[in-house]
Protein backbone atom coordinates (compact mmCIF):
# COMPACT_ATOMS: atom_id res chain seq x y z
CA UNK A 1 0.00 0.00 0.00
CA UNK A 2 0.89 3.77 -0.24
CA UNK A 3 1.97 6.14 2.23
CA UNK A 4 -0.34 8.14 3.46
CA UNK A 5 -0.97 11.31 1.73
CA UNK A 6 -1.99 13.43 4.75
CA UNK A 7 1.06 12.50 6.89
CA UNK A 8 3.59 12.27 4.31
CA UNK A 9 2.75 14.41 1.27
CA UNK A 10 5.97 13.91 -0.89
CA UNK A 11 5.90 10.51 -0.40
CA UNK A 12 2.73 9.17 -1.38
CA UNK A 13 3.38 8.63 -4.68
CA UNK A 14 6.10 5.93 -3.90
CA UNK A 15 5.34 2.58 -4.55
CA UNK A 16 5.31 0.56 -1.34
CA UNK A 17 8.11 -1.46 -2.52
CA UNK A 18 10.26 1.07 -3.39
CA UNK A 19 10.07 1.69 0.17
CA UNK A 20 10.63 -1.66 1.53
CA UNK A 21 13.69 -2.01 -1.01
CA UNK A 22 14.99 1.35 0.53
CA UNK A 23 14.16 0.31 4.34
CA UNK A 24 16.74 -2.88 3.15
CA UNK A 25 18.79 -0.83 1.36
CA UNK A 26 19.24 1.65 4.79
CA UNK A 27 19.69 -1.40 7.32
CA UNK A 28 22.24 -3.29 5.00
CA UNK A 29 24.16 0.44 4.40
CA UNK A 30 24.47 0.56 8.42
CA UNK A 31 26.34 -2.90 8.65
CA UNK A 32 28.51 -2.21 5.04
CA UNK A 33 29.37 1.07 6.31
CA UNK A 34 30.27 0.08 9.49
CA UNK A 35 33.23 -2.10 8.15
CA UNK A 36 33.95 0.78 4.81
CA UNK A 37 34.64 3.21 7.25
CA UNK A 38 37.07 1.89 9.06
CA UNK A 39 38.88 -0.21 6.57
CA UNK A 40 41.14 2.32 5.41
CA UNK A 41 42.43 3.11 8.00
CA UNK A 42 42.98 -0.59 9.13
CA UNK A 43 44.56 -1.42 6.40
CA UNK A 44 47.33 2.35 6.02
CA UNK A 45 47.58 3.21 9.22
CA UNK A 46 47.82 -0.02 10.92
CA UNK A 47 48.70 -2.46 8.79
CA UNK A 48 51.25 0.31 6.74
CA UNK A 49 50.05 -0.69 3.13
CA UNK A 50 51.15 1.72 0.72
CA UNK A 51 48.95 3.75 -1.81
CA UNK A 52 49.49 1.57 -4.32
CA UNK A 53 48.11 -1.45 -2.68
CA UNK A 54 45.93 -0.16 -0.71
CA UNK A 55 44.37 1.41 -4.23
CA UNK A 56 44.31 -2.61 -5.86
CA UNK A 57 42.28 -3.45 -2.71
CA UNK A 58 40.15 -0.74 -2.91
CA UNK A 59 39.65 -1.44 -6.84
CA UNK A 60 38.33 -4.81 -5.58
CA UNK A 61 35.58 -2.92 -4.33
CA UNK A 62 34.40 -1.99 -7.44
CA UNK A 63 35.87 -4.46 -9.81
CA UNK A 64 34.80 -7.90 -8.47
CA UNK A 65 31.36 -7.05 -8.84
CA UNK A 66 32.15 -6.71 -12.31
CA UNK A 67 32.60 -10.24 -12.92
CA UNK A 68 29.45 -11.31 -11.15
CA UNK A 69 27.27 -8.48 -11.90
CA UNK A 70 26.30 -9.81 -15.31
CA UNK A 71 25.76 -13.15 -14.53
CA UNK A 72 23.76 -12.85 -11.97
CA UNK A 73 21.58 -10.43 -13.86
CA UNK A 74 21.33 -12.95 -16.61
CA UNK A 75 19.77 -15.44 -14.35
CA UNK A 76 17.47 -12.66 -12.54
CA UNK A 77 16.25 -11.97 -15.81
CA UNK A 78 16.18 -15.61 -17.03
CA UNK A 79 14.14 -17.22 -14.05
CA UNK A 80 12.02 -13.62 -13.54
CA UNK A 81 13.30 -14.31 -9.92
CA UNK A 82 15.21 -10.96 -9.16
CA UNK A 83 14.23 -11.29 -4.98
CA UNK A 84 15.91 -14.52 -4.74
CA UNK A 85 19.20 -13.37 -6.87
CA UNK A 86 19.20 -10.14 -4.47
CA UNK A 87 18.71 -12.15 -1.25
CA UNK A 88 21.76 -14.24 -2.36
CA UNK A 89 23.50 -11.20 -2.17
CA UNK A 90 22.47 -9.66 0.77
CA UNK A 91 23.38 -13.00 2.54
CA UNK A 92 26.55 -13.47 1.12
CA UNK A 93 27.57 -9.72 2.00
CA UNK A 94 26.28 -10.66 5.58
CA UNK A 95 28.48 -13.77 5.71
CA UNK A 96 31.72 -11.72 5.07
CA UNK A 97 31.08 -9.70 7.87
CA UNK A 98 32.22 -12.99 9.94
CA UNK A 99 34.88 -13.83 7.16
CA UNK A 100 36.76 -10.44 8.21
CA UNK A 101 37.14 -11.69 11.98
CA UNK A 102 39.01 -15.08 10.62
CA UNK A 103 40.92 -13.01 7.99
CA UNK A 104 43.17 -10.89 11.23
CA UNK A 105 46.00 -9.08 9.90
CA UNK A 106 46.49 -10.95 6.58
CA UNK A 107 46.58 -9.02 3.35
CA UNK A 108 45.97 -11.69 1.27
CA UNK A 109 43.13 -12.81 3.35
CA UNK A 110 41.46 -9.64 3.90
CA UNK A 111 41.57 -9.08 0.05
CA UNK A 112 39.64 -12.49 -0.36
CA UNK A 113 36.78 -11.46 2.02
CA UNK A 114 36.43 -7.81 0.36
CA UNK A 115 36.32 -9.18 -3.07
CA UNK A 116 33.62 -11.87 -1.75
CA UNK A 117 31.54 -9.02 -0.19
CA UNK A 118 31.80 -7.20 -3.54
CA UNK A 119 30.31 -10.10 -5.47
CA UNK A 120 27.56 -9.99 -3.34
CA UNK A 121 27.02 -6.57 -3.63
CA UNK A 122 27.30 -7.26 -7.64
CA UNK A 123 24.68 -9.74 -7.38
CA UNK A 124 22.01 -7.50 -5.56
CA UNK A 125 22.46 -4.83 -6.79
CA UNK A 126 21.30 -4.92 -10.45
CA UNK A 127 17.90 -7.17 -9.38
CA UNK A 128 17.43 -4.34 -6.73
CA UNK A 129 17.74 -1.76 -9.40
CA UNK A 130 15.41 -3.11 -11.69
CA UNK A 131 12.93 -3.83 -8.98
CA UNK A 132 12.99 -0.46 -8.35
CA UNK A 133 12.37 0.69 -11.94
CA UNK A 134 9.18 -2.02 -12.37
CA UNK A 135 7.81 -0.68 -9.63
CA UNK A 136 7.48 2.94 -10.87
CA UNK A 137 5.76 5.05 -13.07
CA UNK A 138 8.37 5.99 -16.33
CA UNK A 139 8.35 9.41 -15.81
CA UNK A 140 8.50 9.20 -11.67
CA UNK A 141 11.88 7.05 -11.77
CA UNK A 142 13.97 10.05 -10.63
CA UNK A 143 11.91 10.20 -7.57
CA UNK A 144 11.84 6.46 -7.10
CA UNK A 145 15.40 6.20 -6.75
CA UNK A 146 16.42 9.29 -5.28
CA UNK A 147 13.92 8.12 -2.30
CA UNK A 148 15.33 4.99 -2.42
CA UNK A 149 19.16 6.84 -2.42
CA UNK A 150 17.93 8.78 0.70
CA UNK A 151 17.15 5.82 2.65
CA UNK A 152 20.01 4.31 1.56
CA UNK A 153 22.06 7.39 2.45
CA UNK A 154 20.39 7.51 5.64
CA UNK A 155 22.14 4.16 6.67
CA UNK A 156 24.95 5.62 5.38
CA UNK A 157 25.13 7.91 7.63
CA UNK A 158 24.28 5.89 10.87
CA UNK A 159 26.93 3.49 10.06
CA UNK A 160 30.19 5.33 10.18
CA UNK A 161 28.70 6.45 13.94
CA UNK A 162 27.76 2.86 15.50
CA UNK A 163 31.58 2.21 14.33
CA UNK A 164 33.10 5.02 16.13
CA UNK A 165 31.04 4.34 19.04
CA UNK A 166 32.01 1.06 19.17
CA UNK A 167 36.09 1.94 18.52
CA UNK A 168 35.33 4.37 21.18
CA UNK A 169 33.77 1.90 23.74
CA UNK A 170 36.20 -1.21 23.41
CA UNK A 171 39.19 0.77 22.61
CA UNK A 172 39.85 0.47 19.19
CA UNK A 173 38.85 -3.38 19.37
CA UNK A 174 37.76 -4.00 15.21
CA UNK A 175 36.75 -7.63 16.18
CA UNK A 176 33.58 -5.75 18.05
CA UNK A 177 32.42 -3.78 14.76
CA UNK A 178 32.21 -7.00 12.51
CA UNK A 179 30.70 -9.10 14.47
CA UNK A 180 28.19 -6.18 15.41
CA UNK A 181 28.20 -5.54 11.16
CA UNK A 182 27.16 -9.14 10.70
CA UNK A 183 24.04 -9.25 13.49
CA UNK A 184 22.82 -5.95 11.44
CA UNK A 185 23.60 -7.52 8.06
CA UNK A 186 21.56 -10.90 9.24
CA UNK A 187 18.19 -7.96 9.69
CA UNK A 188 19.31 -6.42 6.95
CA UNK A 189 18.64 -10.13 4.90
CA UNK A 190 15.14 -10.91 7.05
CA UNK A 191 13.54 -7.63 5.90
CA UNK A 192 14.24 -8.21 2.10
CA UNK A 193 12.52 -11.97 2.42
CA UNK A 194 9.77 -10.65 4.24
CA UNK A 195 8.37 -7.21 2.89
CA UNK A 196 9.74 -6.88 -0.87
CA UNK A 197 7.89 -7.93 -3.17
CA UNK A 198 9.32 -9.83 -6.79
CA UNK A 199 8.24 -8.85 -9.98
CA UNK A 200 7.89 -11.04 -12.81
CA UNK A 201 7.42 -10.53 -16.14
CA UNK A 202 5.70 -13.43 -18.26
CA UNK A 203 8.15 -14.31 -21.40
CA UNK A 204 6.02 -14.19 -24.34
CA UNK A 205 6.89 -16.23 -27.45
CA UNK A 206 10.18 -15.10 -29.19
CA UNK A 207 11.10 -13.66 -26.09
CA UNK A 208 14.98 -14.68 -24.84
CA UNK A 209 16.35 -13.49 -22.30
CA UNK A 210 20.25 -13.15 -22.90
CA UNK A 211 22.85 -10.18 -22.08
CA UNK A 212 23.40 -10.91 -26.12
CA UNK A 213 19.95 -9.69 -26.50
CA UNK A 214 20.27 -6.47 -24.42
CA UNK A 215 19.91 -3.95 -27.51
CA UNK A 216 23.69 -2.45 -28.46
CA UNK A 217 22.53 -0.01 -31.05
CA UNK A 218 20.37 1.61 -28.98
CA UNK A 219 21.56 4.82 -26.82
CA UNK A 220 22.04 2.22 -23.86
CA UNK A 221 25.46 1.04 -25.06
CA UNK A 222 26.22 5.09 -25.29
CA UNK A 223 25.38 5.34 -21.98
CA UNK A 224 27.82 2.20 -21.29
CA UNK A 225 30.46 3.88 -22.37
CA UNK A 226 30.07 7.28 -21.10
CA UNK A 227 29.54 5.39 -17.10
CA UNK A 228 33.23 3.35 -17.70
CA UNK A 229 34.74 6.27 -19.37
CA UNK A 230 33.56 9.11 -15.87
CA UNK A 231 34.53 6.31 -13.70
CA UNK A 232 38.25 5.65 -15.33
CA UNK A 233 38.33 9.14 -14.08
CA UNK A 234 36.94 9.25 -10.60
CA UNK A 235 38.59 9.02 -7.47
CA UNK A 236 37.39 6.57 -4.83
CA UNK A 237 35.99 8.04 -1.53
CA UNK A 238 38.25 5.95 0.42
CA UNK A 239 41.25 8.21 -1.16
CA UNK A 240 39.25 11.46 -0.62
CA UNK A 241 39.20 10.59 3.09
CA UNK A 242 42.86 9.96 3.31
CA UNK A 243 43.85 12.79 1.40
CA UNK A 244 41.75 14.89 3.88
CA UNK A 245 43.32 13.07 6.89
CA UNK A 246 46.72 13.60 5.67
CA UNK A 247 46.24 17.50 4.21
CA UNK A 248 44.65 18.81 7.84
CA UNK A 249 46.51 16.05 10.32
CA UNK A 250 42.86 14.39 11.57
CA UNK A 251 42.97 12.38 14.25
CA UNK A 252 43.03 8.67 13.28
CA UNK A 253 39.64 8.35 15.66
CA UNK A 254 37.81 10.88 13.85
CA UNK A 255 38.70 9.10 10.04
CA UNK A 256 35.51 6.61 10.18
CA UNK A 257 33.66 9.93 10.80
CA UNK A 258 34.47 11.45 7.59
CA UNK A 259 31.67 9.81 5.68
CA UNK A 260 29.14 11.69 7.40
CA UNK A 261 29.08 14.90 5.91
CA UNK A 262 29.37 12.96 2.66
CA UNK A 263 26.19 11.45 3.78
CA UNK A 264 24.50 14.13 4.99
CA UNK A 265 24.75 16.36 1.74
CA UNK A 266 23.63 13.09 -0.13
CA UNK A 267 20.84 12.37 2.24
CA UNK A 268 19.47 16.00 1.80
CA UNK A 269 19.73 16.10 -2.10
CA UNK A 270 18.63 12.94 -3.35
CA UNK A 271 15.30 13.16 -3.75
CA UNK A 272 15.11 17.04 -4.68
CA UNK A 273 17.91 15.78 -7.66
CA UNK A 274 16.05 12.99 -8.36
CA UNK A 275 12.81 14.81 -8.80
CA UNK A 276 14.92 17.65 -11.14
CA UNK A 277 16.46 15.26 -13.12
CA UNK A 278 12.92 13.90 -14.08
CA UNK A 279 11.61 17.58 -14.93
CA UNK A 280 15.14 18.18 -16.44
CA UNK A 281 16.80 15.83 -17.86
CA UNK A 282 18.25 13.50 -15.92
CA UNK A 283 21.72 13.34 -18.41
CA UNK A 284 22.31 17.59 -17.57
CA UNK A 285 22.10 16.63 -13.53
CA UNK A 286 23.97 13.86 -14.04
CA UNK A 287 27.12 15.41 -15.58
CA UNK A 288 26.50 18.50 -13.81
CA UNK A 289 27.64 16.09 -10.44
CA UNK A 290 30.22 15.74 -12.69
CA UNK A 291 30.93 19.34 -13.25
CA UNK A 292 31.41 19.24 -9.09
CA UNK A 293 33.80 16.54 -8.92
CA UNK A 294 35.87 18.54 -11.12
CA UNK A 295 35.63 21.78 -8.52
CA UNK A 296 36.29 19.10 -5.44
CA UNK A 297 39.75 18.12 -6.63
CA UNK A 298 40.53 21.44 -7.63
CA UNK A 299 40.37 22.48 -3.55
CA UNK A 300 41.72 19.22 -2.75
CA UNK A 301 44.83 20.33 -4.34
CA UNK A 302 45.08 23.39 -3.00
CA UNK A 303 48.95 24.00 -1.60
CA UNK A 304 47.29 25.06 1.51
CA UNK A 305 43.80 24.83 2.87
CA UNK A 306 42.29 25.00 6.64
CA UNK A 307 39.53 23.47 8.32
CA UNK A 308 36.60 25.06 5.48
CA UNK A 309 38.37 22.23 3.30
CA UNK A 310 37.15 19.42 5.05
CA UNK A 311 32.97 21.11 5.35
CA UNK A 312 33.57 21.28 1.41
CA UNK A 313 35.00 18.58 0.46
CA UNK A 314 32.32 15.90 2.24
CA UNK A 315 29.54 18.45 0.76
CA UNK A 316 31.00 18.17 -3.16
CA UNK A 317 31.16 14.57 -2.40
CA UNK A 318 27.81 14.10 -1.27
CA UNK A 319 26.24 16.73 -3.65
CA UNK A 320 28.28 14.59 -6.64
CA UNK A 321 26.38 11.41 -5.37
CA UNK A 322 23.19 12.73 -5.14
CA UNK A 323 23.55 13.80 -8.44
CA UNK A 324 24.66 10.64 -10.11
CA UNK A 325 23.85 7.64 -8.36
CA UNK A 326 19.98 7.18 -8.55
CA UNK A 327 19.87 9.65 -11.68
CA UNK A 328 22.16 7.34 -13.80
CA UNK A 329 19.77 3.91 -13.28
CA UNK A 330 16.59 6.25 -13.55
CA UNK A 331 18.02 7.08 -16.95
CA UNK A 332 18.98 3.65 -17.73
CA UNK A 333 15.56 2.01 -16.99
CA UNK A 334 13.41 3.21 -19.91
CA UNK A 335 16.11 2.16 -22.49
CA UNK A 336 15.60 -1.57 -21.88
CA UNK A 337 12.78 -3.22 -21.86
CA UNK A 338 11.31 -5.00 -18.88
CA UNK A 339 12.12 -8.56 -19.29
CA UNK A 340 15.81 -7.17 -19.55
CA UNK A 341 15.80 -4.73 -17.49
CA UNK A 342 18.18 -6.49 -14.83
CA UNK A 343 20.50 -7.42 -17.44
CA UNK A 344 20.60 -4.09 -18.98
CA UNK A 345 21.16 -2.09 -16.01
CA UNK A 346 23.80 -4.30 -14.59
CA UNK A 347 25.97 -3.59 -18.25
CA UNK A 348 25.41 0.05 -17.14
CA UNK A 349 26.80 -0.53 -13.51
CA UNK A 350 29.18 -2.70 -15.09
CA UNK A 351 31.19 -0.50 -16.73
CA UNK A 352 31.07 1.97 -14.20
CA UNK A 353 32.50 -0.83 -11.59
CA UNK A 354 35.52 -1.32 -14.04
CA UNK A 355 36.39 2.12 -14.98
CA UNK A 356 36.09 2.59 -10.86
CA UNK A 357 38.37 -0.49 -10.64
CA UNK A 358 41.30 0.61 -13.24
CA UNK A 359 40.71 4.31 -11.65
CA UNK A 360 41.60 3.25 -8.10
CA UNK A 361 44.89 1.21 -9.23
CA UNK A 362 45.57 4.31 -11.22
CA UNK A 363 45.11 6.99 -8.98
CA UNK A 364 47.34 4.59 -6.08
CA UNK A 365 49.92 4.72 -8.96
CA UNK A 366 50.04 8.46 -9.35
CA UNK A 367 49.91 9.44 -5.76
CA UNK A 368 52.57 6.24 -4.92
CA UNK A 369 54.86 7.69 -7.93
CA UNK A 370 54.22 11.65 -8.32
CA UNK A 371 52.30 12.81 -5.30
CA UNK A 372 48.85 13.54 -4.48
CA UNK A 373 48.50 16.67 -6.18
CA UNK A 374 49.68 15.71 -9.75
CA UNK A 375 47.55 12.76 -9.34
CA UNK A 376 44.27 14.86 -8.28
CA UNK A 377 45.37 17.24 -11.55
CA UNK A 378 45.05 14.11 -13.83
CA UNK A 379 42.19 12.65 -12.75
CA UNK A 380 40.49 16.15 -13.08
CA UNK A 381 41.27 16.93 -16.23
CA UNK A 382 40.40 14.01 -17.42
CA UNK A 383 36.82 13.95 -15.85
CA UNK A 384 36.35 17.96 -17.24
CA UNK A 385 37.41 15.88 -20.55
CA UNK A 386 35.20 13.00 -20.53
CA UNK A 387 32.23 14.87 -19.08
CA UNK A 388 32.26 17.66 -22.26
CA UNK A 389 32.76 14.43 -24.72
CA UNK A 390 29.82 12.25 -23.11
CA UNK A 391 27.63 15.91 -22.91
CA UNK A 392 28.27 15.40 -27.00
CA UNK A 393 26.67 11.53 -27.19
CA UNK A 394 23.89 11.87 -24.52
CA UNK A 395 22.52 15.02 -25.50
CA UNK A 396 21.30 12.21 -28.54
CA UNK A 397 20.13 9.72 -26.03
CA UNK A 398 17.69 11.84 -24.08
CA UNK A 399 15.89 14.48 -26.59
CA UNK A 400 14.15 15.95 -23.42
CA UNK A 401 13.15 15.79 -19.51
CA UNK A 402 10.38 12.96 -20.13
CA UNK A 403 12.01 9.24 -20.43
CA UNK A 404 12.20 7.75 -23.86
CA UNK A 405 10.58 3.97 -23.81
CA UNK A 406 11.59 1.38 -26.02
CA UNK A 407 9.28 -0.08 -28.64
CA UNK A 408 8.05 -3.11 -27.23
CA UNK A 409 8.47 -2.78 -23.67
CA UNK A 410 5.29 -4.22 -22.48
CA UNK A 411 5.36 -4.21 -19.23
CA UNK A 412 5.81 -0.39 -17.83
CA UNK A 413 3.53 0.61 -14.99
CA UNK A 414 1.58 3.02 -15.78
CA UNK A 415 1.10 6.34 -14.37
CA UNK A 416 0.36 6.25 -10.89
CA UNK A 417 3.15 4.08 -9.44
CA UNK A 418 3.23 0.49 -8.45
CA UNK A 419 0.80 -2.27 -10.44
CA UNK A 420 -1.13 -4.72 -7.60
CA UNK A 421 -0.70 -1.97 -5.21
CA UNK A 422 -3.60 -1.89 -2.50
Not at 90 to 111: D, H, Q, T
Not at 272 to 279: I, N
Request: charged share 15%; net charge positive; with cysteine.
Amino acid sequence: MYVSATRWPRLASVPANVLALGAVSMVTDVSSEMVTAVLPMYLVLSLGLSPLAFGVIDGLYFGVTALVRLAGAHAADRWQRRKLVAVLGYALSAACRVGLLAAGGSVAALGAVVAADRAGKGLRTGPRDALISLSASPGALGQAFGVHRAMDTAGAFLGPLVAFGLLAATGGAYDAVFVTSFCVAVAGVLLMVLYVRDRREPLLAGDRVSVRRVPRDTPLLQLCAVAAALGLVTVSDAFVYLLLQKRLALSPELFPLLPLGTAAAYLLLAVPFGRLADRAGRFAVFLGGHAVLVVLYGFLALPSAGGWLLAVALAALGVFYAATDGVLMAAAGPLVPAHLRTSGLAMVQTGQAVGRLLSSVLFGALWTTAGAEPGLAVMGVGVAVCAVASWSVLRRVEPGAEPRVVPGNRSEVPPGGERGAR
